[in-house]
């Protein structure tokens, strides 16, 4: 596609339900990262995919973080038994592989744990 | 670990002013990117340079490598230049970006 899709754009969710946030990255680029932003702060990495391995995930702040990127392309993050400090918005970027090349960001997914 | 470093934390200039932001960071880096955020957008790729300047439009570019420190310049501003940047690095080995907190630049017509 032409750029990094991201969906839901918001998500409402009740402590304690599970959400998976989707991204959909630029055909091609092999590298593909989560970060999480939370308000008036700048994003902190979380995970990173080269295509369906997943090289780094020593940011995710709790074993209720799951990221999945089975075939290279679309990945999921999942987050289970969410609570209110995980409400933050959730950015995806893709890149083609090594330190060369710039990153596309997607618009993200706006996390509400009420 | 690398701490990316960011000044001032909010600015607010005139339409037409130069505007400068800087950037420090603490280790050697492989790269040093520019962002820039519109409210409630995505996030937009403004540069990525591992030494010496970079231009686009009205958009200027600086790292210094010897003194790990990086400044954005932006000339003739105008509002619509309204938004936050981020500067964030990569490391050698490491594609992963961390990022600065961002400042948050405010142009009054």
């Known amino acids: 596609g032409a750029g990094v899709s991201q969906s839901p754009r918001y998500k409402v969710a009740k402590r304690g339900q599970d959400v998976a946030l989707r991204c959909d990255p630029i055909s091609g680029h092999v590298s593909l990262f989560w970060y999480q932003q939370a308000l008036g702060q700048g994003p902190e990495f979380l995970t990173y995919?080269?295509?369906?391995?997943?090289?780094?995930k020593s940011g995710l702040p709790s074993d209720r973080f799951f990221a999945e990127r089975p075939e290279g392309s679309v990945s999921t993050l999942k987050i289970q038994r969410t609570q209110q400090e995980d409400s933050a918005v959730y950015l995806c970027?893709?890149?083609?592989?090594?330190?060369?090349?710039?990153?596309?960001f997607g618009s993200g997914t706006r996390l509400t744990v009420v | 670990k690398n701490e990316v470093e960011q000044s001032p934390q909010n600015l607010t200039a005139q339409e037409g002013e130069f505007i400068t932001i800087n950037c420090s960071y603490s280790v050697g880096i492989s790269a040093l990117h520019w962002l820039q955020q519109h409210p409630g957008g995505g996030i937009v790729s403004l540069f990525m340079?591992?030494?010496g300047k970079k231009k686009h439009g009205r958009l200027i570019a600086t790292i210094n490598i010897q003194e790990k420190h990086s400044s954005l310049h932006i000339t003739a501003s105008h509002p619509r230049d309204s938004a936050v940047y981020i500067c964030a690095s990569t490391n050698f080995g490491n594609e992963k970006l961390t990022f600065g907190t961002g400042t948050r630049l405010t142009i009054i017509p």
């Open positions: 340079l591992s030494s």
């Open positions: 995919f080269q295509n369906e391995a997943q090289l780094d």
């Open positions: 970027a893709s890149s083609l592989p090594g330190l060369n090349y710039g990153y596309t």
